[in-house]
């Protein structure tokens, strides 16, 4: 193909390891993982060392490691189960003014659901300060839901700060490392943070397979 693709933040091409370390299962172990035979025995085997490999990535549980095909679904599978299984404790949501359309929409959706969310503005350099969490938050808000690195011009939230905020005000953290790269991620390795926080990364923009 001709040109030159500069739009890593959309996604990047596979990283040859990881193309090595997939073809098997493309070209010959094609079995469901969920079937008890050996066929899909092999595939549940490959997918379990994948999560262990990913949670010692991120230094957090294999069992909390949950594979989506992107971040659309993966914010979609987050903010609406949150809603759905603490919407009896509080209808109130916090999120960012300038959050993607993948986080946005679905905050517009529940909107549309009763709940009520707030859109907290960011600074002329794109960043969100922890006191206007603080000052936002009530003992109706069920969920903070702020992203990691912004898609758009790259500016990184503090979110381990902002999370201590959420914690402790009870309401849960949330967080999207989808435009995150090697270096942006350390804070999350470093801090205990998403061993209580929800944190979508993505394999698009790590260099591995992308659906
Ligand atoms: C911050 C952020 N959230 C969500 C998405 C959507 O992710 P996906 O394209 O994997 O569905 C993107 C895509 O670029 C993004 O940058």
């Known amino acids: 193909m001709a040109g030159i693709y500069l739009d890593y933040n959309a996604t990047t091409p596979i990283d040859p390891q990881v193309a090595d370390a997939m ?47 992107g971040g659309t679904e993966a914010n979609n599978h987050a903010i609406k189960g949150v809603a759905a299984s603490h919407g009896h404790r509080g209808r109130h949501v916090i999120t960012s003014a300038i959050e993607h359309p993948a986080v946005e929409e679905v905050c517009r959706y529940l909107e549309g659901q009763g709940f009520t969310v707030t859109y907290l503005p960011v600074d002329r350099d794109g960043l969100m300060h922890p006191e206007q969490v603080e000052e ?71 260099g591995a397979l992308h659906s």
């Open 23 to 69: 073809m098997p299962y493309i070209r010959h172990s094609f079995g469901n993982p969920s079937s008890g035979h050996s066929f899909g025995v092999e595939v549940r085997d490959g997918m379990d060392r994948a999560r262990g490999e990913v949670a010692r990535l991120l230094g957090c549980e294999s069992g909390g490691v949950v594979f989506t095909g």
């Open 136 to 206: 936002a938050i009530t003992s109706e808000t069920i969920l903070v839901t702020i992203m990691h690195a912004n898609n758009e011009v790259g500016t990184i939230q503090p979110i381990r700060e902002i999370t201590e905020v959420a914690h402790r005000n009870g309401a849960l953290m949330r967080s999207i490392g989808r435009q995150d790269t090697r270096e942006s991620r350390r804070p999350w390795r470093r801090s205990a943070v998403h061993r209580r926080a929800q944190v979508v990364c993505s394999q698009g923009r790590w």
